[in-house]
Nanobody, 124 residues
Framework: QVQLVESGGGLVQAGGSLRLSCAAS????????MGWFRQAPGKEREFVAG????????YYADSVKGRFTLSRDNGKNTAYLQMNSLKPEDTAIYYC?????????????????WGQGTQVTVSS
């Protein structure tokens, strides 16, 4: 299991931007597909974005397409989620996760390692 730590959350006004980071420990970061999920109060944890081991393939939930961009720097053992044009409905705790699969799919069951989460709050 790889250890993951999210950072970069905070309070931002609607229309603003925020960049989340997910730092992974270990020497085998490139062996994992990475995903981002979020959970709002009273709701299920939902898929946001995923990226393949090498970063060539990305997947996005329909609700964030065109606004969020997931990338990774395997040399720095870090995945990033750039969030632009933020909306109040984006408010949630954001979690990064790692999967042994080639690609970062949208199903929670595919991921075996999870970070502790970082709070993102978007005000109107």
């Amino acid at each position: 299991q790889v250890q993951l730590v999210e950072s970069g959350g905070g309070l931002v006004q609607a229309g603003g931007s925020l960049r989340l980071s997910c730092a992974a420990s270990g020497r085998t970061f490139s062996s994992y597909a990475m995903g981002w999920f979020r959970q709002a109060p009273g709701k299920e944890r939902e898929f946001v974005a995923g990226i393949s081991r090498g970063g060539a393939t990305t997947y996005y939930a329909d609700s964030v397409k065109g606004r969020f961009t997931l990338s990774r720097d395997n040399g720095k053992n870090t995945a990033y989620l750039q969030m632009n044009s933020l909306k109040p409905e984006d408010t949630a705790i954001y979690y990064c996760a790692a999967s042994n699969s080639q690609d970062g799919g949208r199903y929670r069951e595919e991921y075996n390692s999870w970070g502790q989460g970082t709070q993102v709050t978007v005000s109107s």
